[in-house]
């Protein structure tokens, strides 16, 4: 074991150099090399729930999903967006439902920076809307109540009256609106077919290197010794 040990010593110190020059050059070469001309595929995901409050455009996610994949809903909402990403939007955005009233929604992109933003503005654009109409029915139901509420009935009349808001009551506790249960994290972005960059490719280089100077400092040692067993 000793005598082996000796020898790997000796052989590192015979070719340090060789090797060494070596595992920079693979180095060097791994900086320098070309990229792929693949380019890389990111995909970013946001998962919501919809809101509840009678809306059957905004509260169904049959009809969310298609009302996120068809045009006028991008064109409308997110103009400059459609006339920079237009094509892209109809093949690479997703619209999924989930369990109850959970929508997922995915979107790819050859840039980490340009998914995230579409996805973004996508999502932005469609909290603003169900707020918007959220917002709208909240006020009627609130307005409706407060007439009701001021306005004088006979006796005859006033369980009628209570029992009314009494329903309006339950209908404002029982809305909502949208919620964002996961919002689009760009720590979180799926890679597919990335290319490497420099300094990857120059890391890689350069563990390459190790493990061949590791081999040839081992290999012949380790096989002389077992031919001589």
Do not use: C
């Not at 970013?44 to 009809?63: C, F, I, K, V």
Request: glycine share 4%; proline share 4%; hydrophobic share 40%.
């Amino acid at each position: 074991m000793g005598h082996m040990i000796q020898r790997l010593k000796e052989r590192m110190n015979k070719y340090f150099l060789i090797l060494l020059a070596t595992t920079i050059l693979l180095g060097v070469i791994g900086w320098l090399l070309p990229v792929g001309q693949e380019k890389s595929s990111y995909t970013l995901e946001t998962t919501l729930t919809l809101g509840n409050y009678d809306n059957p455009d905004l509260n169904d996610p049959r009809s969310v999903i298609i009302l996120l994949t068809e045009t006028p809903f991008v064109e409308e909402h997110l103009n400059d967006l459609w006339e920079e990403k237009f094509e892209q939007i109809g093949t690479n955005l997703q619209v999924t439902a989930g369990p109850g009233k959970i929508i997922n929604l995915s979107y790819t992109d050859h840039s980490e920076e340009s998914t995230a933003k579409v996805l973004n503005k996508i999502t932005r654009a469609f909290m603003k809307l169900d707020k918007e109409q959220f917002d709208k029915k909240q006020k009627f139901i609130q307005d409706y109540k407060k007439a009701i509420t001021s306005e004088e009935v006979g006796p005859e009349a006033k369980v009628d009256q209570q029992r009314f808001i009494y329903e309006l009551n339950t209908a404002l506790f029982d809305m909502k609106p949208a919620k964002l249960l996961k919002p689009a994290d760009i720590n979180a972005i799926n890679t597919e077919n990335r290319a490497f960059n420099s300094k990857e490719r120059a890391v890689l280089g350069i563990l390459l290197g190790v493990t061949l100077s590791f081999l040839w400092i081992v290999f012949p040692v380790i096989s002389k010794e077992q031919s001589f067993e």
